[in-house]
């Protein structure tokens, strides 16, 4: 019997030359301290996000070497969303002009600076101004070999209509560590926020490559009421869906993973998310240090 089983896509892969180049960037890197971490720039379109439907996505932008067709890509990703949270950005304050588009907020959180002066870390842009001033969070463990540090980017956006505040968390997560140091990361993560009641996005490239690191990680989150967000008839083959979504006090209407973008090695994530009126007694968990 002929087997009718559809074959989840596979994601484009990183070219031998970019990773060879990427590696020679980084045989000795920069750190970058938290008072010059964070470029910020844009006019952003609304004085806040619309509570009943936040369209957000999530990529991990694979240093923008996707070729000629990844700025349509990410230009096609903002348009169609109020809120992206993206990964390995890199950039100059030239490029961070270029990710910025009209009625958006980009904002960049550095992890390290390259030989070539390039800063590599997490970006969110937002049709809404970010509230206060962002922060970055380096992650526990940085990567081995060479040393190079992930970041975490975290910030407040307020919600029209509502005294409440969005939290935002984007993370690039350390890819190789063990489960125990990947439960430590998060730990260290959750230790470094500030109080905040109310609702939380927490979103980006964790890298989970198995079930047990993610169900680790999910346990972690949900002491502060982070759920973790299962995409229904998710394509990605188990070893590549490293990115994923925690929620607190919101409502997603509607999460997919679109393989139509190939100019990255990882997909999109794209989301609806709507504000719960009510707030449960999750949503109303005041961050604390855990440490």
Request: net charge positive; glycine share 6%.
């Amino acid at each position: 019997m002929k087997n009718t089983q559809k074959a989840k896509p596979q994601s484009p892969k990183r070219s031998y030359r970019a990773v060879m180049e990427s590696l020679r960037q980084v045989w000795t890197i920069e750190q970058v301290p938290d008072h010059e971490a964070i470029w910020r720039l844009g006019d952003p379109e609304f004085s806040g996000l619309e509570p009943t439907r936040i369209r957000l996505a999530i990529w991990n932008l694979c240093k923008g070497a996707g070729g000629r067709l990844f700025d349509h890509d990410y230009r096609t990703l903002c348009y169609g969303s109020d809120l992206i949270l993206t990964q390995e950005a890199l950039l100059s304050k030239h490029a961070l002009g270029m990710y910025t588009g009209p009625g958006f907020e980009t904002i960049h959180a550095a992890s390290y600076k390259r030989r070539d002066g390039l800063r590599d870390g997490v970006m969110t842009v937002a049709r809404a101004p970010a509230f206060g001033e962002p922060l970055r969070v380096i992650c526990k463990y940085p990567e081995p070999i060479f040393k190079t540090p992930k970041a975490a980017l975290i910030k407040l956006y307020p919600l029209l209509g509502s005294e409440q505040k969005l939290m935002v968390i984007n993370i690039h997560a350390t890819l190789m560590r063990r489960k125990a140091a990947a439960v430590e990361e998060m730990e260290h993560l959750l230790s470094h926020l500030p109080e905040h009641v109310g609702p939380i996005v927490l979103a980006g490239d964790f890298n989970t490559f198995t079930p047990g690191y993610l169900r680790a990680v999910s346990q972690v989150l949900h002491r502060i009421g982070l759920n973790y967000v299962a995409i229904p008839g998710d394509p990605r083959p188990k070893t590549q869906a490293l990115d994923q979504l925690f929620c607190r006090g919101l409502e997603v209407t509607n999460a997919r993973v679109d393989t139509t973008f190939r100019n990255s090695d990882h997909f999109p994530i794209l989301a609806e998310l709507r504000l719960i009126a009510s707030s449960s007694s999750s949503s109303d968990k005041v961050i604390h240090s855990i440490s």
